[in-house]
């Protein structure tokens, strides 16, 4: 990618001039919504609508025409004919990237379609940027940039995040959002790809490869129409950044190859899996398993092995962890590590000499929070250890909510990875973002917190297999 | 089981007249928790404590021995070696009925073990039923009886619950019982089972096998002691009743047969689950299974077969879901129900003519509540469609929260199960818990969704395989 196409889509996505064509007093509209969120950017915005004089004590431009210069960014949020019209206008005036908001395209049978082709040979020519149309809008919280019309929950997100999210389903995209919003989840960018007439996954996934602000990216995705090109730009990426892929439609794909010669990434979904295995990419299969995996990612090192320990105050629990750490045929191999003689004797010395030290460490709901302080720092030391699930209840009496902070506190000093596995009766979802605040990376099921722990293997493994690789060649 | 110990157990659960050992002005002591709790029960109480002349206006007792006749439950709240002599001092008051809390016995060592064959003499030589100790207590949200001392989330269950959950493990019973009560959980009977030394898994599963308000029994269990004669009476039980159970350690137990000689369910995990299977219990291996599975089969009827039609406002998640169903090497396989020519048109008619009615039905983010309920009906009259999974979204314009008692009248109506996958960000849990108290079985997971429709098709096969071996035999 060019550095001009980054610049231009860097004006796309953190644009100084805005312009809203369609812009509403209407609360309820599309343009009424998307006007008020961009308040809150605090970049300077310019309403167009014919039939508005003023929105919020902004003036209303009543023409494309009238608007001034060196605008970066037009979000179009009227419909379907009427947007290819001020798409045209605003070619005029030199504005070098759009936001379609509206359906009524390509989705919508033939008179859709002849729409959209109009957007593609408009971009094609004029050399402008167009996400969408029938796209849910972008997503910034670092930058204030918010253009999504529909509801969601963006206060618990993290304005530090460094997830990018690239969806193609509105639906999903705005779901998950709101579900990995709950729990706490740090985003750098959301972006809704909707109909991709002109910027597709292959141009954000350029894009935010190279932004700093950018270490994991995430992509739903429906079709990929240049699959050869998209996995070969993420193979560079997942050396640096891992790469997170929900393709749904796993089992009943039209059987087809991976194709040079097309370059879509089309077939059956075991070649699908395997192409995507194959240049590092980590698939997953739906938005739980999406929010999961980029999470974690993101907020974890590498795993330096495959060697899991479980440290826990609720025995019940610490057995059912291992059964699903010593389940096999499964993303990426894990094992219950052997604890070392000495991180054994650390562990009996501060809890009690019956503490059960034969991994899962299990010091009772007798434990404090003292106890299990200690008991974290001796397989923190453990070489024998590469990976380490802590299983935090509050219902035992020494057990008090600074076990959050103490876990922070051992995670910031060591890059050895520790998830969280928590429950909390009605206060789960508020502990896990608790836990995220203080940059814990928290699950409430056992499967899900040893599922993230082989998301960091899996990760382990490519990087290793892509640097081997790379000397070889 | 005898008619006299379902009657001596009738008591325990549902007791006329309760002493609690150890009741305390306290109000963080156990005793005053367990006093507390059972004042709503408006069971007549007997505190007793030599320290205490009255708690919240109830006269107490200085002594067991002043206490009146034919109490039906000592609730023993203080620590072991006291509790095995209010225990004795009981016994001379000719009461039936034991719950201990306390620990401090077998589980930490030889003093505890001998203090706990004590009180497994008692039981024996005197016919009264102790259950503990270490036990968490019962809960029976219909009786308004309720001994657990630990915090538990009830006010969310449902009064008129039809699941009994004997669970072995204090910890992860409670937070199973918050994370149930969380989005709505219809509890029948909590009986925290602790050390077993008198009461067991095969009394309960007695007990609640002939228990008219109970329709599905769950089980956690660490060990299994009476492996045989649990698993021949809950083939018996599982004729009329679902039976769960969850026991964890399936991967690392030291390998010996499920033998007639000892009579103990132990051995290589492979072996326990054959056994299971071949006894037709439904084994889960975490919490979140064990709720997710006695939920769906308490509130839903056997699944006619394993077709499954997927109605859906949003495309994406119907071909995730789609994904799931086809998966195979699973608990029970499930199909994608080829739609009657009957059903499409309805639909067609009912909604869009470019419908997307191949199954998933895709109705669009441009669906309203009507078209949505006239889907399901056609979906419901389909007799190619064995179970239902409804998508439900509240994002899209047409679609309100009305939906869910539009789902909910239809599942009064209809034997044919109906789950519904809902995700509404934040409220996503209080939505689940209104579509709960409509009668509505709803998970907040695609993955989820589908297993619940998993196990309705097991319990289905069970019946059906055990019916056969009763014809044949």
Known sequence: ????????????????????????????????IVFRRLLASRRRLFAVNPNEIAIEGHKVYSNIALLPDKIDLAVITIGAAAAVKAVKACIQKKIPNYILVAGGFGEVGSQGRELEEKLKTLAQQHKINILGPNSLGIFLPNENIDTIFVEHGDQALDRKGKVACIVQSGSVGVEALGYAANTGYGMRAFVGLGNKCDLDEIDFLHYFAQDEKTNCLGFYLENIE??????????????????????????????????????????????????????????????EAFCDATKVLSMLGDAPGDRVAVLTAAGGYGVMCTDFVEKKKTRAGLRMAKLSRQAKTIIKEATFPFTACDNPVDITASATDDMFSQSLDALIQDDGVDIIICIAFF????????????????????????????????????????FFYAGVVAYPSIRRAVRAARFLVERKQIKHRLLREEAQS
Chains 1, 2 share one sequence.
């Open 1 to 32: 990618m060019t550095t001009d196409k980054i610049a231009s889509l860097k004006r796309l996505l953190d644009p100084k001039k805005i312009a809203i064509i369609g812009a509403s007093n209407a609360k309820e509209k599309v343009g009424g």
């Open 226 to 287: 240049k699959g050869r090109q998209f996995l070969e730009i993420a193979k560079q990426t997942t050396k640096e950044k891992p790469v997170v892929v929900l393709k749904a439609g796993r089992t009943h794909t039209a059987a087809s190859a991976v194709t040079s010669h097309t370059g879509k990434l089309a077939g059956s979904d075991k070649v699908i899996s395997g192409a995507l295995k194959q240049f590092g990419i980590q698939r997953v299969y739906d938005d």
């Open 395 to 434: 219902a035992p009496p020494g057990i008090t909510e600074n076990l959050i902070d103490i876990i922070a506190k051992k995670i910031q000093k060591t890059p050895k990875p520790i998830i969280v596995f928590t429950k909390y009766g009605p206060f789960t979802d508020t502990c896990i973002k608790d």
